[in-house]
Nanobody
Framework: QVRLVESGGGLVQPGGSLRLSCAAS????????MAWYRQTPGKQRELVAR???????NYADSVKGRFTISRDNARNMVYLQMNSLQPEDTAVYYC?????????WGQGTQVTVSS
């Protein structure tokens, strides 16, 4: 049973930073592309950043230059470093496989950017 557990969210002021972590269990993710997604109430879940098994990355235009996705295959972990956070980044953030996340959504971690 694959389990993805996100952590690291919180309340931060505009311009601040957070680092999200995703711990995977039940499956070795080293050979799979992973991604961070986010969702706000009333909106569809959107892709924020993705990373291939080899470390190639791609970002949504809205976060390019501010967010960095990375992975530690030895630890079965995926990370999202978020800098220069803005109120529009407020959302619940999830990690999952890419391009087919399947039914592995965890509880996510809430990020709130507010002064």
């Amino acid at each position: 049973q694959v389990r993805l557990v996100e952590s690291g969210g919180g309340l931060v002021q505009p311009g601040g930073s957070l680092r999200l972590s995703c711990a995977a269990s039940g499956s070795v993710i080293s050979l799979k592309s992973m991604a961070w997604y986010r969702q706000t109430p009333g909106k569809q879940r959107e892709l924020v950043a993705r990373i291939t098994s080899g470390g190639g990355t791609n970002y949504a235009d809205s976060v390019k230059g501010r967010f960095t996705i990375s992975r530690d295959n030895a630890r079965n972990m995926v990370y999202l470093q978020m800098n220069s956070l803005q109120p529009e980044d407020t959302a619940v953030y999830y990690c999952n496989f890419f391009p087919m996340p399947g039914n592995y959504w965890g509880q996510g971690t809430q990020v709130t950017v507010s002064s």
